[in-house]
């Protein structure tokens, strides 16, 4: 593995790169999500290592990359042995995949799972409007730093502008050609919430915020 820098106005943003692409230094992921369908119903299933898990969102998505949703969330996140059922599953193929928030705010992705069924509203499961959902371009994993994940780099032209808090302007990436950043918590001076704006081909495909711990939380 080796890392890249890239100076911007007096910081440096620091990524991390590997063969075939970017990659996050080995994250400890829950397992494997364990789907299985009966009656046209799909139940998943995990275990998990971790403790102080504040918040387990189930998210569903028809092409394994893209265009997951959060369907629900777990009404016990920090049990060991957890499930969820998805009583309504859409036609086709489903791929599951758990947005997993610790106790420090930090978050992050198990690896997706799948199940292809007939066509068959939530069991066991609690939904929370006001519950903070991720992006899947670009989100904080478990030590802190930032994820980017721009599957189509190769091909469009991709750009972020990042803020604080309040919005005032920090830094840029521009003219993104890789396919997965990192991104070191460094870059942001301090833990917080920090907003940002991605554009492809010049224009804005996403507004959304994460959440960088601050020292004592990492």
């Not at 032209?157 to 070191?184: E, G, K």
């Amino acid at each position: 593995m080796r890392q890249g820098f890239l100076f911007l106005s007096c910081f440096a943003i620091v990524m991390v790169a590997v063969s075939g692409g970017y990659k996050a230094h080995a994250q400890a992921l829950l397992p494997h999500i364990t789907v299985q369908y009966n009656n046209g119903k799909n139940y998943l299933s995990w275990k998990s290592g971790y403790s102080g898990i504040k918040q387990i969102g189930v998210q569903r998505s028809q092409d394994s990359l893209f265009n997951y949703a959060t369907i629900g969330h777990v009404s016990q996140p920090d049990k060991k042995v957890n499930q969820f059922v998805d009583n309504h599953p859409r036609p086709g193929r489903n791929y599951y995949r758990l947005f997993i928030l610790l106790a420090n705010n930090s978050y992050f992705f198990s690896v997706p799972a799948n199940q292809s069924l007939e066509p068959a509203t939530l069991l066991g499961a609690t939904t929370s409007p006001e519950a903070f959902t991720p992006s899947v371009y670009v989100y904080t994993n478990p030590e802190g730093n930032v994820n980017i994940s721009l599957a189509g780099a190769d091909t469009k032209h991709y750009s972020i502008r990042f803020f604080d808090a309040q919005d005032h302007f920090l830094f840029a990436l521009n003219d993104i050609q890789r396919p997965f950043l990192i991104l070191d918590k460094s870059n942001f001076l301090r833990g917080g919430w920090y907003h940002y704006v991605l554009y492809e081909d010049q224009k804005v495909k996403e507004k959304w915020k994460f959440y960088v711990p601050v020292a004592a939380e990492r």
